[in-house]
């Protein structure tokens, strides 16, 4: 027999289980087994169909027995046998169901516990992660603040480095400046006293000269008393000689205006003292390489600017935009000093130090050289050229950072007018001799050669004549700056040459004089006027009527006046 068994029971509905568990309970054969429990399990209606149901019939031997029934054979009642069998039946559907539920639950908490855990794992690592971020975070900003620290300390390292060698640097400067301030008095005090010897030379000569002329006109009146005593008594005929057509008076000695004179000497000494400046600024340079090269710079730099000026406004703005920066670049420099007074023709009463950048001055002359060498280079050989460099010129030498106390240092490039063409301020002489080409402005081929040719010679007169015009007629009337040359010096300047004695007026005379009135008369009479009229009427046709000689130069003045009177429309 077996120790248990089970019969399952499939029906769909309730109704026909019943029959047939009726059925089973009332056969009257034996079972195979012993049956001590029956129970009726239905599905769960989560795990049935609509109309579908399940019965299982479990038997075991093991939990409890069941007495048979006393109406088990009885006839007359199956009912009651079967009503009280069922009662003793062990209903387990909703105990089972309950037991679902609650393995579900406990499922469902397990894996609801499995899911806080992995949640709290996954927290734990976000917070490791988290913390081991902040860590390096905290030591890169720690690191870079000590980079920034170790840097900081490093620029304070480097600015107490440059402090002491600025100081070192500054206390050399002023020992180097204390030395040259020293020269630059002990040259003052011998230049001083070489002016003061000067003096006293020309004092001395002047007076033997005076000496020599008063002599002469002694001689001169005794020659005279005893010509006039002779004539008392007439003389024996002389025989015929051939008369000159047109007597030519005697040259008076080489001795201009005894004002245009003192005035030419002291342009002539501020021009010695420039040449003695560019010497001693050599010197300086030869100690200090930083100024030699800034010097070097600026030479090279200023003579290609004033080279490439065309006469172009728009063209001439660069070059005159970098001949300013580096003029300025000059004046900025502090060291070394020099006194400027000396390089005025007339300096005023001046309270104060005296002293400026001789740099500035030293550029200031090799500005004026260059413009000096345009003028005889391009306007030599076209009058015309020299607008535009005379324009420049006046420009640079008005600009408030080249003055010194308010005074234009101008004098600098008169000081070079003077030196190559005196003819402007009625200087003459003979150009026969030696001393007289000297006076009248010819150059030499080289220093104690022979002399340049005529026309080179010709070529010069013009350009500078030209030049000169171009620097003293710019009208400044609607401008805010100051004229660095007034126009009176132009004025001056025509009257010394008109008036020099018709017995020593030279060629080159009327070629400055040419060249000074040629292309500038309309500009010259809307500044004077009718006074400009009478002045011109003056230089065009009186002055060259009254001269000695009719050379070339002269006609070429005298015809000057129909050629703007054709051309200009400029009737005087």
Known sequence: MLSSTSIVLEAWDGNYTKILLTQILRSTEPLPVQVTRISLQLRPPDERTAEQHMATLVCTTNEMEISSSPYKKAQDSPSRQLLWELGHLSIKSQENFNDRLDRVNSDREAAHTLALAAAAAEHERVRKSAETQC?????????????????????????????????????????????????????????????????????????????????????????????????????????????????????????????????????????????????????????????????????????????????????????????????????????????????????????????????????????????????????????????????????????????????????????????????LWGIYGDEKTVEGKTRLGWWREEKGGPWISAQ????????????FAAIALRNYNKSRQENPYPNENYWHSLACIVNVPANQVTQTHFLVLKAMIENNAGRFLLLFGDAGRWALRRALVDFPQQAAQQSVAAKAVAGLWDVLRRDQKIFM
């Open 456 to 467: 080179r010679h010709n070529e010069r007169m013009t350009g500078l004549g030209a030049g």
């Open 135 to 423: 860590e390096i975070l905290r030591l890169r900003i720690e690191n870079e603040r000590k980079a920034r620290e170790q840097e900081e300390q490093k620029q304070l390292e480097l600015k107490r480095q440059e402090k002491t060698e600025k100081e070192i640097a500054e206390r050399r400067r002023e020992i180097e400046q204390a030395r040259i301030a020293a020269i630059e008095q002990k040259r003052l005090d011998e230049a001083r006293k070489a002016a003061t010897a000067a003096v006293e030379k020309r004092k001395v000569e002047k007076e033997r000269q005076e000496a020599e002329a008063k002599a002469e006109a002694t001689k001169l009146l005794r020659e005279k008393q005893e010509a006039e005593q002779k004539k008392q008594t007439p003389p024996p005929k002389p025989a015929a000689a051939p008369s000159p057509s047109r007597a030519i008076p005697a040259r008076e000695p080489s001795r201009s205006d005894p004002q245009n004179e003192a005035e030419h000497q002291r342009y002539l000494e501020i021009h010695q003292r420039l040449k003695d400046l560019r010497t001693n600024m050599k010197e300086q340079a030869k100690q200090n390489e930083a100024l030699k090269i800034q010097m070097g710079d600026m030479r090279r730099e200023i003579k290609k600017c004033v080279g490439q000026l065309i006469g172009d406004k728009k063209k001439d703005k660069e070059p005159h935009a970098q001949l300013l920066k580096v003029l300025r670049t000059a004046a900025s420099v502090p060291e070394p000093k020099v006194e400027i007074p000396m390089f005025l023709a007339s300096p005023p009463p001046i309270q104060g130090s005296t002293m400026g950048p001789a740099l500035l001055v030293y550029e200031l002359n090799i500005f004026a050289k260059a413009i000096i060498s345009q003028f005889i280079d391009e306007a030599g050989v076209s009058p015309k050229a020299a607008d535009p460099v005379g324009l420049i010129a006046s420009q640079i030498f008005t600009d408030a950072a080249f003055r010194w106390n308010g005074l234009s240092l101008i004098d600098i490039l008169m000081a070079k007018f003077h030196a190559v063409c005196p003819v």
